[in-house]
Nanobody, 115 residues
Framework: QVRLVESGGGLVQAGESLRLSCAAS????????MGWYRQAPGKQREMVAV???????NYLDRVKGRFTVSRDNAKATVYLQMNSLKPEDTAVYYC?????????WGQGTQVTVSS
């Protein structure tokens, strides 16, 4: 069973930074596309950032220039560095693995940004 465990969420003030981590197990991490998604109360889940096995990335327009996704294949971990956080970034952030045609999700980590 694929397992994804997120960490690093918390409560910060606007303008501050957080780094989320997602540790994966029971997959061949190096060939897996990894993504960060978020869901705010009353809203649909949206893609925040994706990083492929090649290292190529995509970002939600609203986070471009503030968020950076990266991966460490040796540690089977994907990161999301979030800078200049805004109150509208408040959400539960989920890690997703696209592995052999299947999607696997972590349990989520809460990020709250106060104004």
């Amino acid at each position: 069973q694929v397992r994804l465990v997120e960490s690093g969420g918390g409560l910060v003030q606007a303008g501050e930074s957080l780094r989320l981590s997602c540790a994966a197990s029971r997959i061949v991490f190096s060939i897996t596309t990894m993504g960060w998604y978020r869901q705010a109360p009353g809203k649909q889940r949206e893609m925040v950032a994706v990083i492929r096995s090649s290292g190529s990335t995509n970002y939600l327009d609203r986070v471009k220039g503030r968020f950076t996704v990266s991966r460490d294949n040796a540690k089977a971990t994907v990161y999301l560095q979030m800078n200049s956080l805004k109150p509208e970034d408040t959400a539960v952030y989920y890690c997703k693995a696209d592995y052999l045609g299947n999607d696997y999700w972590g349990q989520g980590t809460q990020v709250t940004v106060s104004s």
